[in-house]
């Protein structure tokens, strides 16, 4: 609804970001209607405003051409642009008001289908956030299974690489092989240490057990 400084406080329910806008569609539709008349609103108030801050040019506008008749002697004209302004004004004010009471009318019945439906709403996106907590914990499982083999093959590959003594020094010259790019054993330089990635991957395998949702739609 409209604060008291002439706001408007909404916030819609994401059903397509929890997989339930065409299961809520009547939901959905009213939403999309007062978003609809929301940006219909906004925008006839910032027409009302860039016609007000439009008036004292208007008013210069038929000043100067009074005070040029008055220098030449002929007949004063009538303010002709501020009242141009004025039933210009009119109109979008009456618009502007129009869609107010529409964009009130429409929240009113957002919130009162949202009231109606708390429960079994609440009800079906804890159950949608499960699905999803469900499925990361099952990727985050594999995802820690698959780094503990790259860790130990790591420190394996690491300990079964040859120790290369210095060549022995015959007096002839030797060819010389230059490798480079040596193997990469450990945690790479700069990143998280195993336990640290390992925990972390623990914490969204357990994501499944914790959801639930609270309150208006709160997740916890």
Known sequence: MFD???????????????????KWRRLDKLQQEAEGLIGRYQEAA?????????????????LDAAAAALRTGDEVPEA???????KELAGA?????ALQ????????????????????LQEEI????????????????????????????RLEAKRL??????????GEPQDTTVLLGPMT????????NRGEVEAVLNYLSSLAQSVTVVGDGEVA
């Open 46 to 62: 910032a027409s009302v405003a860039d016609l007000e801050q439009g008036r004292q040019d208007a008013r210069d506008k038929d």
């Open 93 to 97: 004010v009456r618009t502007r008001d």
């Open 4 to 22: 008291r400084f002439g706001l408007i406080r909404f916030e819609a329910v994401p059903l397509e970001r929890f997989g339930l806008q065409k």
């Open 185 to 192: 054993t450990g945690t790479i330089a700069g990143g998280p």
């Open 126 to 153: 804890s159950a949608a956030l499960d699905a999803k907590a469900q499925e990361l914990a099952e990727h985050a499982r594999a995802a820690a299974a698959l780094y503990a083999e790259v860790e130990d093959g």
């Open 101 to 120: 009471r529409a964009v009130e009318g429409a929240l009113a019945d957002v919130a009162s289908y949202r009231l109606e439906h708390a429960t079994r």
């Open 161 to 170: 690489a040859p120790v290369q003594g210095a060549p022995e020094n015959t």
């Open 80 to 86: 002709e642009h501020e009242a141009a302004l004025d």
